[in-house]
Nanobody, 128 residues
Framework: QVQLVESGGGLVQAGDSLTLSCEAS????????MGWFRQAPGKEREFVAA????????FYADSVKGRFTISRDNAKNTVYLQMNSLKAEDTAVYYC?????????????????????WGQGTQVTVSS
């Protein structure tokens, strides 16, 4: 059974930093892109960031570019999201995602249909 388990969410103040982690189990995604999405109350889930299978090429939503950094450790089957200069509008449930159809971050970021694997989500709340 494939599982993606996120951790690292919490309550922070605007301007603070937070790092999310997502550990995959049940299969390896070392040949596939992995990414992060988020869903704020009353809004649709949106793409945040993705990273290529090697970890060398990231792709970001414009809203987080320059503030968030995605990385991965394939030996640990884990993807990370370093979030700096957090804003109140970053408040959302953050979901980790993986899909065996994609090896590039760009492809995952432009995917319009459902992805194969999702984590349960971790809440990030930024107070202003």
């Amino acid at each position: 059974q494939v599982q993606l388990v996120e951790s690292g969410g919490g309550l922070v103040q605007a301007g603070d930093s937070l790092t999310l982690s997502c550990e995959a189990s049940g299969r390896t995604f070392s040949n596939n892109a992995m990414g992060w999405f988020r869903q704020a109350p009353g809004k649709e889930r949106e793409f945040v960031a993705a990273v290529s299978w090697s970890g060398a090429i990231p792709f970001y939503a414009d809203s987080v570019k320059g503030r968030f950094t995605i990385s991965r450790d394939n030996a640990k089957n884990t993807v990370y999201l370093q979030m700096n200069s957090l804003k109140a509008e970053d408040t959302a449930v953050y979901y980790c995602a993986a899909d065996t159809r994609f090896s590039t971050a760009h492809a995952m970021g432009h995917m319009t249909g459902p992805l194969e694997y999702w984590g349960q989500g971790t809440q990030v709340t930024v107070s202003s």
